[in-house]
């Protein structure tokens, strides 16, 4: 006997009922996506490795799983959505509507340490509204951020929206003392700050050669994180040019409009609020856990020159990303998850009689659908049937069979009933019984399932 | 400007359109699989590289995207789905009821040279069924796989079903002077001999150092190919051994108990079938495009030995994988594609009034869903709304908008109307109006959603 193989570091198998929980939220965020009016996109698994290195940042960049495939191109498993949408949407979006609204389910590869709520591979939904500058944007994507988390029984007590603006945090650096052409740079290292230890930080100041004290960078987050909601405090005052002005105003702008209009008590100013993505313009934010206990639930902002970047028309944009780790583990610590997910067939075949070929027979024309080729279309379905490959006929043990795969109906093939030309159909929940002609059968069970089953 | 980005070479950008039927394809790959009792099932996108050396055969191998992760270990991104199931029934099995019926929708991945039919990047159907070694594993996947055919619109007159069994194939390749020990590599040179052109041959040969030339080998497929329905030839004769006997036999009591048994007219010997994969044990089948004139729709067969030499308990095991990219290309050959893929929303708010506000409003209420979380179930769903992102109250610019975004309802709220506390409201299908008192319209909304809409 072989050793037995393990899968990956960080990666995971889904068994059925890690999958079912894994259908139940991709279904909710395709499902909310739809019912906000955004269209599904995807893009290929992996990218050019250049892709990344343009805009992504630092820290993506020093986790990505790269390869060079057989022409000697270097190529990378995508770490996020945002590089193969705004590449897509440079080279296809100058002829679409606008504004484009899409969403996507992408797995995606980060080559980290794997940690509570933190692996290898994820699957993100994306959400991004292209082609619109004005609040409308973003308020939109907070709107369906937060009713994917109300379809999930979250509710405004379970989740805060940190928000922070480029702008302001480039005013309040520069007042504290550094270089405008080291902001960047310097997001790159106050988002790196407050995930190291006290040495890790020493060590990365002195490397990037910072005019201000880790003291002084620390002090910013540590009296003003946790700004009240509306953010309306003493910071405002520091804020000295028309850029940072305006840029407030319209954050607060935001506040006043979103909707619905309860998410404005969840939505603060966090000065400590970075995003280690190199492409954000202007607004971010983070949904996070409001207990405090968990990573962020969802992250996002604007990327206005990023499609430009990529070679398109400068087109203005916004979006989020939510990954399914966090959220699991979320909806799992609340008791959220649905108990029975997946759910059973509509009908069971007990097969009590002499004949076994009947089962198959019989699942075969109730499974059957119908495509209409005039109309390009499935007209009647097919119904959801399974039966036992046990040999046994004794009903009683079936039957147990048929509740343990939470069928809603049985249908009882037994010899005194077949010779009768009649089948028995039991109702599972109802816990009632009756007989079916044979040459009914088809048709009666069909409507059956089609009213009752779900 | 910068130089556009390209994806990577064979593999695809799927655009609203294009994503939608990559839809329309998966969701009938997974209805299909869950009606006939299939429980869906998943992987990492990549895992040891050994995980394929040992068991895939050489030209997958070949084929492999392959890299090494930070910590030094081999990776390779899958390139089918079998050994990361195997691996995971290997690990996990041996507490699970048998059999074990699992269907998976990965995406997959192989370096090879792009073209019809072929990409490097594609998503494959994986159905499996696992613990059972009697024919009703073999037929029922036979089964289910023609069930999606039908789904799809096609028809038994579309496809043609191609079987072969390795013990047939062993027993006419020794009695043409190949030696037993040499059988395996022999599968791997016949499965790429079809594939290759004459100077190619004639090189793979030499270097394999075949006992039997390549005249020899060509003649028996030349000369068997499609052996008629049934398989009943002179062929038969010459099959000696008791091992190829008894498949023989077994071969022939598959084919006169398929389901639907109109299968068994499709069902046809093809010699010349050998699958490049080296982990087949028996029976392996091809569903092939009737007219010729695609690849392989379908393939797959018996693997009873790989749980086992990944370190499982023995198990026998049958399954196949289909793929999107010939399926789709047929699909569209065929004109079985429907025309209108994902629908419009339920409603299309025309807001004619001053009050742009009011858009907004009545998006999010009707949008929304109502979680229960004493029962943890959505029990009110929420409808799918979408509305205008120009500036114009003209209604009936409007009204075309809504009818372009194909929409079933348009909900008007125009200054007339809401002054009288009414809003209207108009079947876009049936073009008929009505107006709705406010307080009880998003109830009215609600139920003519639920009765008409999709």
């Known amino acids: 006997m072989t050793d037995l193989f393990q899968g990956p570091k960080g990666t995971r198998d889904f068994l059925p009922p890690a999958m079912a929980v894994r259908r139940y939220i991709e279904d909710a965020w395709r499902r909310v996506s739809i019912r906000f009016g955004f269209q599904e996109v995807d893009g290929p698994t992996f990218e050019p490795l250049d892709l990344y290195k343009v805009k992504s940042g630092d820290e993506i960049v020093s986790q990505l799983f790269s390869f060079t495939d057989r022409g000697g191109r270097d190529l990378a498993l995508r770490p996020e959505f945002t590089p193969t949408l705004a590449r897509i949407v440079a080279q296809f979006g100058a002829g679409l509507p606008k504004p484009i609204k899409w969403f996507a389910i992408p797995r995606c590869y980060r080559a980290e340490q794997p940690q509570k709520g933190r692996l290898r591979e994820f699957i993100q939904w994306n959400v991004d509204f292209i082609g619109e500058e004005t609040l409308t944007a973003d308020k939109e994507c907070l709107s369906v951020c937060a009713a994917f988390l109300f379809e999930m029984g979250l509710t405004t007590a379970d ?68 700004v009240p909601a509306g953010g309306r405090t003493a910071l405002q005052d520091r804020l000295q040019t028309p850029t940072a002005r305006t840029a ?35 607004f971010v934010f983070e949904v996070a856990d409001a207990r405090g206990e968990n990573r962020a639930i969802a992250g996002g902002g604007r990327y206005d020159k990023l499609i430009e970047l990529f070679g398109g028309k400068p087109t203005p944009a916004v979006g989020f990303g939510m990954g399914d780790v966090v959220l699991e583990i979320l909806l799992r610590e609340r ?34 659908s119908t495509f209409d080729p005039t109309v390009r279309k499935i007209t009647q379905g097919g119904l959801r049937v399974q039966h036992s490959y046990r040999a046994t006929k004794n009903i009683g043990k079936l039957l147990q069979e048929a509740a343990s795969a939470q069928a809603r109906f049985a249908l009882i093939l037994a010899p005194d009933e077949l010779s009768r030309s009649v089948v028995k159909w039991r109702d599972l929940h109802a816990r009632s019984e009756t007989e079916l002609p044979i040459a ?11 009213e009752k089953g779900g």
Not at 252 to 271: G, I, K, S, T, Y
Not at 440 to 450: D, F, G, M, N, P
Request: proline fraction near 4%.
């Open 440 to 450: 009914q059968a088809e048709t009666l069970i069909r409507s059956a399932c089609l």
């Open 159 to 226: 989740f805060v929206i940190a928000w922070n603006h480029r702008d302001l945090m480039a005013e309040l650096l520069v007042a504290l003392g550094i270089r405008p052409e080291k902001l960047n740079d310097t997001f790159y290292v106050l988002d790196r700050l407050q995930k190291l230890n006290p040495v890790e930080r020493q060590k990365l100041l002195q490397a990037r050669d910072f005019s201000v004290s880790e003291q002084e960078l620390l002090e910013l987050f540590a009296v003003e994180t946790a």
């Open 335 to 368: 008791g959220l998850l649905p108990e029975h997910l997946g759910g059973g067939p509509d009908v069971f075949i007990v097969n009590a009689s002499d004949d076994a070929d009947l089962t198959a027979q019989w699942a075969s024309r109730l499974r059957r």
């Open 248 to 282: 407030y105003e319209k954050m607060m702008q935001l506040h006043d409009q979103l909707v619905p209009p309860e998410l404005a008590d969840n939505f603060r100013w966090d000065v400590g609020l970075v995003r280690g993505l190199a492409y954000y313009t202007g």
